[in-house]
């Protein structure tokens, strides 16, 4: 079963639930009573798992029916077209496709979560740093993808040339072949020698540290800091029509998020088989996911070193809610030198100011915050303004 969204799987969504894809139109013609969450079974949709195991969701006097898994991110898109969840989490670059190449009434209200991900390659491969990858197989999983982006940034860096063929194609020195793989399939495809390696977020890093002996080769929060990954999204519709349920579905987001950060032990038995089920995974999987950034296991003196900026003081994952417009531009301004299968010339007229304010609406995740003592409640920021920030990239 495929995790990504293909492209004939979009339109055709689009075509059976919108009607056409290029006009916006109300998925719902009266106010619903329930709160209706989808998430994809990943670490990326903690908060929102964390929102409705802690009550924070009943707490704000939503009427929550336990979020719903799905099992790939086609059917997760297709759900969110339909109406059948009010809200969910995506891919920060997919909504970018979804509005301007497709014309969707997505809005980004608060990030998910940042970092949560890292390039895996075998624990007895020769690789020690991007400048390796020359002549190899990477899977990524999908192309809108900030996976995608971060893993183009570090092969330019060392003059590689991203690639799209056939993996029976026999490769130049310098070229990088990516493709698509199901992010489930990405730990036995390594173990197999099917590919070289991955870059993915959590927990398929961990599981194939912990069953195959597999390395990380660089947490992708390491190259840029705290970059987001997976963001909140709902139904322009929906956030126009009913305000009040918008602001309450937020605010009970980044209560969560706030929870999480001080009880990442727990969110990882929580979330676990052993705890209530809401990941497939084992707790042991998930506390490495959530809380194995140690020096000792990943900075100076390993081969190779996945942490080269102890400095940043970040961990493996991180959750604040607000969505920097800095990292919008960038993104939107990174996806279009990235390269990418199908048609994405619309990303060359995209402009990225434009984009980014158009994309996002963040007056929801600011009073939220603003309720729970304002960014410093995460250490966001800067004194001055912590609305804004400089991003961080160092590859």
């Not at 979560?113 to 624990?123: K, L, M, Q």
């Not at 330019?156 to 993996?167: E, R």
């Not at 070229?175 to 993915?200: H, Q, R, T, W």
């Not at 296991?297 to 994952?317: E, K, S, T, V």
Request: with cysteine; charged share 20%; hydrophobic share 45%.
């Amino acid at each position: 079963m495929k995790s990504y969204i293909d492209r004939r799987d979009f339109l055709k969504v689009a075509a059976g639930t919108l009607g056409t894809a290029v006009i916006p139109r109300p998925l719902i013609a009266e106010p619903r009573t329930k709160l209706r969450v989808g998430y994809l079974p990943i670490t990326d949709a903690t908060p929102l798992l964390i929102a409705h195991a802690k009550g924070f969701f009943a707490e704000e006097g939503l009427d929550v029916e336990k979020p719903v898994r799905v099992r790939s991110w086609s059917a997760l898109l297709e759900s969110f077209l339909s109406g059948k969840f009010d809200v969910t989490h995506m891919l920060l670059p997919i909504p970018v496709w979804m509005r301007f190449k497709n014309r969707v009434p997505v809005k980004i209200l608060a990030w998910n979560h940042t970092n949560g991900s890292a390039v895996t390659v075998s624990g007895d491969s020769h690789i020690k740093s991007f400048a390796d990858l020359g002549g190899l197989q990477i899977a990524i999983p999908y192309w809108y993808s900030i996976h995608n982006v971060i893993l183009q940034m570090g092969l330019h860096q060392f003059d590689l040339k991203p690639v799209i063929q056939p993996q029976r194609v026999k490769l130049k020195p310098n070229e990088v072949n990516l493709f698509v793989l199901a992010p489930p399939e990405m730990p036995a495809a390594l173990a197999g020698s099917k590919i070289d390696g991955y870059i993915v977020a959590e927990p398929f890093n961990a599981i194939s540290e912990i069953k195959t002996g597999a390395k990380i080769l660089r947490f992708t929060g390491d190259i840029w800091k705290n970059h987001p990954c997976c963001v909140v999204v709902m139904n322009e519709n929906i956030i126009n029509s009913r305000p009040v349920f918008t602001q309450k579905v937020i605010n009970a987001i980044v209560r969560a998020q706030l929870w999480i950060n001080q009880n990442m032990k727990e969110t990882a038995r929580l979330l676990s088989r052993e705890g209530e089920k809401y990941l497939p995974v084992s707790e042991e999987i998930l506390l490495r996911a959530f809380t194995g950034y140690d020096l000792a296991d990943y900075g100076a003196g390993a081969i190779p070193q996945a942490i080269r900026h102890p400095q940043w003081n970040i961990g493996r994952i991180g959750f604040q809610p607000w969505p920097y417009p800095s990292a919008s531009r960038l993104i939107i301004k990174q996806m279009g030198q990235t390269l990418m299968e199908g048609d994405a010339t619309f990303l060359k007229k995209l402009n990225p100011d434009f984009a980014a304010a158009e994309l996002v609406n963040d007056t929801f995740v600011k009073d939220a915050l603003n309720q729970i003592g304002g960014a410093e409640a995460f250490h966001i920021g800067n004194t001055d303004n912590p609305w804004e920030r400089e991003e961080v990239i160092e590859i």
